[in-house]
Nanobody, 125 residues
Framework: QLQLVESGGDLVQPGGSLRLSCAAS????????IGWFRQAPGKEREGVSC????????LYADSAKGRFSISRDNAKNTVYLQMNSLKPEDTAIYYC??????????????????WGQGTQVAVSS
């Protein structure tokens, strides 16, 4: 059974950093496209970043470019989202998701199959 578990969310001050983790069980993450998404109260779920299979290329939403970085640790079967220079507007529940095969861009939520339960990120002074 494929399962994803996010962790690392916290309350941080503006300008701070967090590293979110997406740990997989039941499958090898390196063989899947992994996306990070977020959803703030009253807003639609939006793509933040994604990484293609086998250490492939990455993609970032405009809001994440220059501040966030996605990476894999195949030994730990985990994908990370390093978030720097956090802003109050980054406050949301962050989710990771998987898809075995994906054509085109990887920031569209409906393209993904299995989702984690989410981890809360709050940026506030």
């Amino acid at each position: 059974q494929l399962q994803l578990v996010e962790s690392g969310g916290d309350l941080v001050q503006p300008g701070g950093s967090l590293r979110l983790s997406c740990a997989a069980s039941g499958f090898t993450l390196d063989n899947y496209v992994i996306g990070w998404f977020r959803q703030a109260p009253g807003k639609e779920r939006e793509g933040v970043s994604c990484i293609y299979r086998s250490g492939g290329s990455t993609l970032y939403a405009d809001s994440a470019k220059g501040r966030f970085s996605i990476s894999r640790d195949n030994a730990k079967n985990t994908v990370y989202l390093q978030m720097n220079s956090l802003k109050p507007e980054d406050t949301a529940i962050y989710y990771c998701a998987e898809r075995r095969v994906m054509l085109g861009e990887c920031l569209t939520a409906r393209k993904y199959d299995t989702w984690g339960q989410g981890t809360q990120v709050a940026v506030s002074s």
